[in-house]
């Protein structure tokens, strides 16, 4: 106890607010995942509600999601660092970014009467646009998946040696990811789907890597998913695609 008392005290600022835990028995709740999945939950609702202000709660979760999935390169955690998983949080900032300014652009211009405070009208992609996703899923998964082994074949974690399916898991939901964030900013319903792709890998493999907040979220989220899905669909229903977004329509094209 001693030992892990002067470790901590070692840690600077920084690696303690990563490494700060709650005992669960035997288990140790990380207090930044935690916080962060919450947050992350709420932009989800945020979202489903189709409001502007759930793409900036969704940054700040990113922010801190990625320091918790490299908390051991920082020397603030011992868990297996999940570079896919840090390597996302940037891709769901760049990508936030955009829909943020989308869904900021398109309320103005289409809905600023809407006392909702909804900023998108949800649609179906087409059948060139879902196939332009699929195929970038999975010939994505395929590449990440080859980038992923390099990188750690460059720097191996001498405590940790990943199952064949470590890589493969950690590259769907890297892709899967970029593509459900991107297809939010769209205002795709399809979206709610691929999130139920990731959600499927997402949380065993949490499980798996001892990332427990993050399996939890990724349970309930699944079936958040599945609601949101309905309420969208319910507010596209009988809205001709052409009537949606005309300002914007031809930019996905």
Not at 54 to 69: D, H
Not at 170 to 184: C, H, P
Not at 198 to 203: C, F, K
Request: charged share 15%; proline share 4%.
């Amino acid at each position: 106890m001693q030992a892990l008392a002067l470790a901590d005290q070692t840690k600077n600022v920084f690696q303690q607010a990563i490494d700060a835990t709650i005992p669960f028995g035997s288990y140790q709740l990380h207090w930044l995942e935690l916080i962060g999945v919450l947050i992350g939950l709420a932009s989800a609702y945020l979202g489903m509600r189709r409001w502007v202000a759930a793409w900036p709660v969704g940054i700040l979760a990113n922010i801190m999601l990625f320091f918790v999935y490299l908390g051991a390169v920082f020397g603030a955690d011992e868990r297996i660092p999940l570079f896919g998983q840090a390597g996302r949080q940037v891709f769901f900032i760049v990508t936030s970014i955009y829909g943020w300014w989308r869904w900021a652009k398109v309320r103005r211009l289409n809905h600023a009467n809407d006392a909702g405070g909804v900023a998108i009208t949800p649609r179906w992609a087409t059948g060139r646009e879902r196939l332009a996703v699929v195929a970038f899923w999975l010939i994505g998964t395929v590449v990440v998946h080859q980038a992923f082994v390099w990188l750690w074949n460059l720097s191996p974690n001498p405590f940790f040696t990943p199952d064949w399916w470590f890589y493969w898991c950690d590259a769907w939901i890297f892709v899967g990811s970029i593509v459900a964030t991107y297809a939010m900013a769209r205002g795709w319903n399809e979206f709610w789907l691929a999130w139920i792709g990731v959600d499927l890998v997402g949380v065993p493999f949490a499980f798996a890597t001892d990332y427990v907040p993050t399996a939890v979220l990724y349970t309930f989220y699944g079936l958040f998913v599945l609601y949101g899905f309905t309420q969208w669909v319910k507010v596209s229903r009988g809205v001709e695609q052409g009537d949606v977004e005309p300002e914007l329509a031809g930019s996905s094209r």
